[in-house]
């Protein structure tokens, strides 16, 4: 389908008749998250809010199929890097997440843990090493108030205000 017959199709979605506007979602959703920026910019200038509604509610459906997918393929795969699941997640709330600034964030702090340690410590020495730069030089915390907030579990929101949830802490802290 060409760019001009998706954008009719977008161009139809505040048709009030549901069983129409069905077919036309239907049709835009077998196109794939491809159509996303399309939709996007759809919704930047339509003044509709029935238009605008259905816009978000097809780019939500998108995106969370997309994260099914990704995170299907991540479970299936034999590499399962807790980083990669948690950037997955992530993708929900912030598909254009930044898989590589994170990466960078999480090999500066391997890189702290590494000029710390030395063969000569103990166990506990280096558990005591690995704390150190993670909770003290990095910042990390945990954050009580709001346990079960959304930016508590999202990594890009953890990694930036250095306060999370015990499981994301914990991704972060195994990595």
Do not use: C
Not at 92 to 116: G, T
């Amino acid at each position: 389908m060409s760019d001009k017959e998706l954008k009719a199709l977008i161009s139809l979605l505040d048709d009030p008749d549901n069983a129409v506007f069905d077919e036309i979602k239907q049709k835009i959703i077998s196109f794939g998250d491809r159509v996303i920026p399309f939709l996007e910019d759809a919704w930047e200038t339509s003044f509709d809010v029935l238009r605008q509604e259905r816009i978000e509610n097809i780019i939500h459906y998108l995106q969370f199929e997309t994260v099914k997918k990704e995170l299907s393929e991540w479970e299936k795969s034999s590499e399962h890097d807790l980083i990669n699941g948690a950037v997955i997640v992530a993708k929900y709330q912030y598909p254009d997440i930044n898989k590589e600034s994170i990466s960078s964030v999480i090999n500066h702090l391997k890189q702290d843990v590494w000029l710390e340690l030395s063969e000569d410590l103990t166990a506990l020495e280096q558990v005591n090493v690995l704390n150190r730069v993670f909770f003290d030089l990095h910042g990390f915390h945990g954050n009580k108030r709001n346990i079960n907030s959304p930016k508590n579990s999202f990594i890009n929101n953890v990694i930036e205000s250095k306060s999370g949830n015990p499981i994301t802490l914990g991704i972060i802290y195994i990595s």
